[in-house]
């Protein structure tokens, strides 16, 4: 094996979109790629100070949490990329559309198939980076992503992870297996 010395080289990485609104009421959204679940309600986002959610987190104490499907990939990325801070109308360059949840002062993109609806739990101000801490408040899955019995069904989503290592974008969605059965057979040994 190659040493790689200190790198955040794990893979794959989620690529979820952060909702929120601006002073003036606009769409703010942005990719991150730091963070998940962290407990059954909530979730941690792990980002830097400087960016214009934070404040909006800070303002709002608000944000919707999305799954983008690979359909959206080249608007996502941008919304990754771009800065609003530098330019404040990148969602309107986008084309997606945003209606006010109905649970939380955040918008919910209507072209990402799987939202979370989150209050601010907690800012944490730590010496290695801001964590943000959001209590889940409700989900919203898109019709076409459930399954006959009304359950999300990972291989729907289209979704797409980032890899750190090459910057890449991969699809994923193949069921290989089933949680907690594909190795059961290993403890009758």
Known sequence: MKDMGVKPFLFPMPTYMIGTYN????????????????????????????????????ERKAFTLAVPGADTLRQSDFLGTASANQVPDKFARTGLHAVKSTRVDAPVITEY?????????????QPYGLRVL???????????????????DAGKLNAFVFDQMQNGYYAIGE???????????????
Do not use: F, Y
Not at 113 to 125: G, H, Y
Not at 175 to 189: F, M, N, R, V, Y
């Open 23 to 58: 002073h003036d009421n606009t769409v703010d959204v942005m990719m991150m790629a730091w963070g998940g679940i962290c407990a059954e309600n909530q979730v941690a986002l792990n980002l830097e100070a400087t960016h214009k959610t934070v404040a909006n987190l800070r």
């Open 113 to 125: 198939p799987l939202t979370l609806e989150c209050q601010v739990a907690e800012i944490q101000d």
């Open 134 to 152: 959001g209590t889940i408040v409700n989900v919203l899955a898109d019709e076409k992503i459930l399954d006959a019995a009304g359950k999300i």
């Open 175 to 189: 069921k290989i297996g089933q949680a907690w059965h594909s190795g059961a057979d290993l403890l009758k040994k």
